[in-house]
């Protein structure tokens, strides 16, 4: 089946709906950190845990980081370090798909500036 949905990038001050509900992605980022420097950050430990992974039991979701070691692909030593776990808010687009909304924000890519550079140079090319 054909992939229909585009990945996009989210900026902290667009806006998301949920049915009646809308947010900025700045509130929902915010909303995440907070809830993910207590019980988020156990429930993923335990779940863990049940998978027999043992991470130390500190906030894996700290600015700071977990002290740990990586041994890379092709490397002979250890290289010390700090492991961060980060939540992101990503979203996908259905592509090429318009729904009959009345409230419907159709997203236009604008054409680039640079586009009738592309152009010009293109048939200078072709001739």
């Known amino acids: 089946m054909e992939d229909i949905f585009k990945f996009i990038e ?26 993910s420097n207590h019980s988020l950050a156990q429930r993923l430990q335990q779940e863990l ?3 027999r992974i043992q991470i ?11 002290d740990c070691k990586i041994l890379t ?17 990503e979203f996908y ?3 090429e798909i318009e729904t009959n ?5 159709n997203v236009n890519t604008q054409e680039s500036p640079l586009d009738d550079l ?3 140079i293109h048939e200078v090319s072709d001739n």
């Open 49 to 51: 845990n049940n998978q």
């Open 10 to 35: 989210c900026n902290d001050d667009d806006v998301i709906e949920f049915g009646d509900n809308t947010y900025k992605v700045s509130r929902i980022k915010f909303g995440l950190n907070q809830s």
């Open 93 to 95: 687009i259905e592509d």
């Open 56 to 66: 130390p039991s500190v906030n894996m979701f700290s600015q700071q980081g977990i």
């Open 118 to 120: 592309r152009r010009m």
């Open 101 to 105: 909304e009345p409230n419907n924000l």
């Open 73 to 89: 692909l092709g490397s002979q030593f250890w290289k010390k370090g700090k492991v961060k776990f980060k939540l992101s808010i």
